[in-house]
């Protein structure tokens, strides 16, 4: 099936193209939905403008056709969904690091399917980077170290130094979000299951590396991110409100720019179950057992479920 089905247009260089004339719908006709797919295993993230008419269900009808819709983890569905995480500024969250959707699973999802709700007059834009071209760009001798690099992965990790988020705001998701603590151990490089091609695994669900000194690892980390991240590897998307963006998360990190002050941003995300990585050397991710934690300074409120939503999903 081919592109040339699609009203397709690049946003920039190396990632990121918009389709227009398409209504996105569970009844999508075949033809069009797999030239889709095929454009989002090339493009890494794809952006539909004027997706107004779809409303939760309808955005979970869409998403079906990807495959298995997941829920989120930790955090709470929107009520009245099967799988829905509604992101709400006015509660606190804001996902403002480079990331990798629910890396700390060890199947965590391939694509997220992200609906623009209500968007500020300005600011609020949402940056992804292309994390297979990422591996292309290392030099070779870095390519092959990172080729036998493994990380740790967890959603238990120091929110505070990452994220800009008031006291009680940064409590309460702590207390949801890693309600259960999850993690995983993955390649730093993974092959893509449907391209073959390898893409970087990092993102602010790192912990560290795999046998390393702490110190060692933060610098090799910071080495590799900064080959995800350069500008020429990212494209950027001023979000209207019924925009809908579909990102391969198998092959891109993404970071929701912070900069809108108190003006109210709701977007909706459903996420589709995806496999286990597999490195270069075809060994497969492990989920860790992690025992039964009890955090009693953070145990207060149980309905902090329902006033949270999660700023780094
Ligand atoms: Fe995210």
Not at 31 to 45: D, G, M, N, P
Not at 266 to 282: C, H, K, L, N, Y
Request: a negative charge; proline letters at 4%; hydrophobic letters at 40%.
């Amino acid at each position: 099936m081919s592109e040339a089905l699609l009203d397709l247009h690049p946003v920039a260089g190396r990632i990121g193209a918009e389709i227009r004339e398409v209504r996105l719908s569970g009844d999508l006709g075949k033809e069009t939905f797999s030239a889709i797919r095929q454009a989002l295993l090339k493009y890494k993230v794809l952006f539909f403008r004027g997706q107004q008419h779809l409303d939760d269900a309808g955005q979970e009808a869409f998403a079906k056709l990807w495959g298995n819709p997941v829920a989120h983890p930790t955090v709470p569905v929107r009520d009245g969904t099967g799988y829905l995480l509604e992101l709400d500024s006015a509660h606190g969250g804001r996902a403002n690091s480079w990331h990798t959707d629910v890396t700390f699973d060890v199947a965590y999802p391939q694509s997220s399917i992200l609906r623009a709700v209500e968007i500020p007059a300005y600011g609020g834009d949402t940056v992804w980077a292309n994390t297979a071209q990422a591996y292309l760009d290392l030099p070779p001798a870095l390519r092959q170290l990172a080729d036998n690099l493994w990380a740790l992965h967890t959603n238990d990790y120091d929110y505070a130094s990452r994220f800009n988020t008031n006291e009680a705001g940064l409590k309460r998701y702590r207390e949801v979000f890693t309600s259960t603590i999850y993690e995983a151990e993955h390649p730093v490089v993974r092959v893509h299951p449907e391209t073959g091609e390898r893409t970087l695994v990092l993102g602010h669900f790192v912990k560290k590396l795999l046998g390393y000194p702490t110190a060692d690892s933060e610098h090799l980390l910071k080495l590799l991110d900064s080959y995800v991240t350069r500008l020429e590897n990212t494209v950027r998307w001023r979000w209207s409100p019924g925009d809908v963006a579909i990102w391969d998360n198998r092959a891109t990190q993404h970071y929701a720019i912070n900069d809108y002050g108190d003006q109210r941003r709701v977007v909706r995300r459903v996420t589709i179950a995806g496999d286990v990585p597999v490195s270069v050397d075809g060994r497969r991710s492990v989920a860790r057992e992690v025992p039964e934690k009890t955090r009693a300074a953070d145990a207060t409120g149980k309905d902090a479920a329902t006033t949270t939503t999660a700023v780094a999903s």
